[in-house]
């Protein structure tokens, strides 16, 4: 069975305006984040032009890391972190981005940040840009709308790299830049909203703004690029897109060229702008049918070239399909919504589940780009109830998973089961702290209740007590890769279901601190 290499950078990743919070303190200004109202998933956040006292804005607190980041990221390396992909807030080192002199209190913080997560042996992989614009550029300039924000962006990362260039090695320019290509991005990465409030949903959808604003972004990019390549070697730069995977509804060969059009711009016109430099040649068509006229000085094409990514990170949440029919079922997702797959189970959010899509999605950007890939974000959304306990049971991530892991000493590899006939397999590593949550959940009495609740059919082992070859196969496997024993926990011997569950003990030695191990329906 293959693993990962033993440099695997394996972790999770924050954003500044999503988990900072402080919005206010030590000098930061006010981002586009700051400016937007909570919302759900059936009601749409608003953009504000000015603070409402009665409203919810999520940035302001969030879950304050600014004042706990070293307990949070204690938990990220118990977690077996290699790496933590977080971003610089640009408002806390230029609060109205337009500063010559940064905000030194800012640039203290994210020292502290940094040397944190050095102490705990994780790798910072630090977006430049993370969807926190400052406002006061939107209210100005009409964000990248206007070209003078290039210099802006230039004074940010010169600081930035100067500061951090011992600390920070691996950079991206711009978070999920090809939003821009659809209204929202007018909100989330072009701040080409001057003037706006109202309901994200309802944003202007001004074409010529938002690809003129790209187009600046890419300048920008470029510039930032080429001149961490320049005076600082060590730096390996990258590009950041929210990749939407989607397929033709058919074979219909009108719903494949559609698909075809849709991945173009959606997925590889920003890219192929910092892999390749240079405009596709798609988008001069795309150009035209829009009405929208890029305005280009001389030298930008010899930026761009000069200036092109080390590597290509990119989000992947779900896949949808895409039809020139119109009898298909709408179907929810990140950023972009599409057509139904009828193939695929959603999330309890809309959001179809699609792990072979991933390796698809892997394979064709590999083969566009032969640059080393990161995957950056990904995740699950589910509903999560308050138990009378006041706790939330998140009893789901049990059962929804068809995994099959190996897991080194301090690795995480994950290989997808193939045959949706076996067995579904689950190991789950857990923290301390989860674990004695789950131990009081598994005494005898709120253990038929953790069935019930979540349809175990019999909880039963990866490695069951019937002495077969396979299973003297597994545990020669569970010994050498982790050194540890295995044994029935006392409060389990008393439940008829006892011969179907094992627990892995801890073993300091082993690299990992305690797993369990279950075979679910």
């Not at 000098?27 to 603070?51: A, E, F, L, R, Y």
């Not at 933590?84 to 905000?103: A, L, V």
């Not at 829009?290 to 949440?317: C, M, R, W």
Request: net charge negative.
């Amino acid at each position: 069975m293959s693993v990962f290499r033993d440099d695997f950078l394996w972790g999770g990743a924050c954003a500044a305006n999503q988990f900072e919070g402080a919005w206010d303190v030590d000098g930061k200004g006010p981002s586009v984040p700051d400016m937007c109202t909570n919302g759900s998933h059936t009601s749409p956040k608003w953009v504000t032009t000015h603070i409402h006292p009665d409203r919810l804005y999520p940035s302001h607190e969030a879950i304050d890391f600014y004042h706990h980041y070293e307990e949070d990221i204690a938990l990220f390396a118990e977690m077996g972190f290699k790496t933590f992909r977080t971003s610089i807030n640009w408002t806390r080192i230029f609060p109205t981005g337009m500063e010559s002199e940064p905000n030194e209190k800012g640039l203290e913080f994210y020292d502290r940040v940094f040397d944190c997560c050095k102490k705990h042996g994780i790798e910072p992989l630090v977006t430049i840009s993370h969807y926190e614009l400052p406002y006061a550029l939107v209210e100005r300039y009409n964000g990248w709308a206007s070209r003078e924000l290039i210099d802006f962006y230039m004074n940010y990362c010169k600081t930035i790299f100067e500061r951090y260039k011992d600390k920070v090695k691996y950079w991206l320019t711009f978070n999920e830049i090809n939003t821009g290509t659809m209204p929202i991005g007018g909100i989330l990465n072009t701040g080409t909203i001057q003037g706006y409030e109202g309901s994200t949903a309802d944003v202007p959808n001004d074409e010529q703004a938002r690809f003129q604003a790209l187009h600046n972004m890419f300048v920008a990019s470029a510039r930032a690029v080429k001149y961490a390549h320049d005076n600082y070697p060590q730096f390996k730069m990258g590009c950041m897109i929210c990749f939407i995977t989607s397929y033709p509804m058919t074979c219909d060969p009108a719903d494949v060229v559609a698909n075809q059009k849709q991945m173009q711009i959606m997925n590889w016109f920003c890219s192929d702008m910092h892999v390749r430099g240079e405009y596709p040649y798609y988008m001069k068509r795309f150009f035209a049918e829009h009405n929208i006229t890029i305005h280009q000085e001389p030298e930008d094409a010899a930026i761009l070239k000069a200036g092109t990514v080390d590597f290509y990170t990119f989000s992947y949440y779900m896949s949808n399909c895409v039809t020139t029919h119109k009898d298909a079922e709408d179907v929810g997702g990140n950023i972009a919504t599409g057509k139904k797959n009828p193939y695929l189970k959603a999330s309890d959010w809309g959001w179809q589940i699609d792990p072979i899509g991933l390796r698809y999605t892997l394979n064709e950007i590999y083969d566009r780009y032969h640059l080393p890939m990161m995957v950056v974000e990904n995740g699950l959304g589910a509903y999560d109830v308050k138990s009378e306990d006041g706790k939330i049971h998140d009893s789901y991530l049990l059962v929804r998973t068809r995994i099959v892991v190996n897991i080194p000493a301090a690795e995480f590899s994950v290989r997808l089961s193939r045959n949706e006939n076996a067995s579904p397999q689950t190991i789950i590593r857990i923290s301390a702290r989860s674990l004695q949550q789950l131990r009081e959940k598994l005494n005898p009495e709120k253990l038929r209740q953790l069935v019930d609740e979540t349809e175990l059919e019999h909880l039963a082992s990866i490695i069951s007590t019937n002495p077969s070859k396979q299973n003297r196969e597994m545990q020669q496997l569970v010994k050498k890769n982790f050194g540890i024993s295995m044994n029935i926990p006392a409060e389990m011997q008393a439940s008829k279901k006892a011969k179907n569950f094992i627990w892995i003990s801890n073993n300091a030695s082993s690299g990992m601190k305690n797993l369990l191990v279950m075979k679910v329906k």
